[in-house]
């Protein structure tokens, strides 16, 4: 399984847009890139999965260049109710149901 | 559709019990897997089952153990309890399909403290 390494934590501010980096130079042919939001004692919950090149749907953008080697996870003008901690997770068929949690990055978000 | 549910919310054992815990997942979902979340450790994949067969397993002891039932219904066993057992344990299910298998939909969780 691929290796993500994404910031621990980051800042923003009401309205902003927020970019969450995560490297995954190891990333395997048949592998997928997934985010997840986990708030305080809750269970995650997926925010967005992609393959190549641009995913965008109702919460996010997802951005993954040719290489695949890291994708940028985009949130438009966040709010107060965004604060949380989001996972990158790189996995393929080979480990369906299995999902693997890195560190996270923490997001503050201030009024 | 109803979420994922798990029983119970909140427990409280004391160090060499063994506790079940239980997780219904989303109707018509067939894979079901669990974890385990520590401050320490973070979120740990525990083990993942398809149509009542283990399919995957983490690096826990044999102490945890699993079992899915026909109706796709979970459940997770610890024995022996150690107070490092104290965590909110994940259940999540997944369709299983082959564009979303990496779409898992988390229950509530269950906290066990063990004192």
């Known amino acids: 399984l691929a290796k993500t390494t994404q910031p621990i934590s980051m800042d923003s501010y009401e309205g902003q847009e927020v970019n969450i980096t995560c490297s995954h130079n190891n990333i395997a042919t048949n592998d997928y890139i997934t985010w997840y939001q986990q708030f305080p004692s809750q269970g995650p919950r997926f925010i967005i999965q992609g393959y190549k090149t641009k995913v965008t749907n109702e919460v996010a953008s997802l951005f993954i260049p040719a290489d695949r080697k890291s994708s940028t996870l985009s949130l438009p003008r966040v709010s107060l109710s965004d604060t949380a901690v989001y996972y990158c997770?790189?996995?393929?068929?080979?480990?369906?149901?299995?999902?693997?949690f890195g560190q996270g990055t923490t997001l503050q978000v201030k009024p | 559709k109803a979420g994922v549910t798990q029983t119970p919310r909140y427990l409280i054992k004391t160090r060499g019990q063994q506790v079940t815990l239980s997780c219904s997942p989303i109707?018509?979902?067939?894979?079901v897997s669990w974890y385990q979340q520590t401050p320490g450790q973070g979120l740990q994949f525990l083990f993942e089952y398809f149509s009542e067969t283990q399919r995957n397993k983490g690096n826990f002891p044999g102490r945890f153990s699993g079992r899915q039932f026909s109706n796709s219904r979970s459940e997770m066993n610890v024995s022996t309890l150690e107070l490092g057992d104290s965590a909110l344990y994940l259940c999540?299910?997944?369709?299983?399909?082959?564009?979303?298998?990496?779409?898992?939909?988390f229950g509530p969780g269950t906290r066990l403290t063990v004192l």
């Open positions: 109707s018509g979902h067939r894979s």
């Open positions: 997770l790189v996995s393929g068929s080979s480990n369906t149901g299995k999902l693997i």
């Open positions: 999540a299910s997944s369709p299983a399909g082959l564009a979303s298998y990496n779409e898992q939909f």
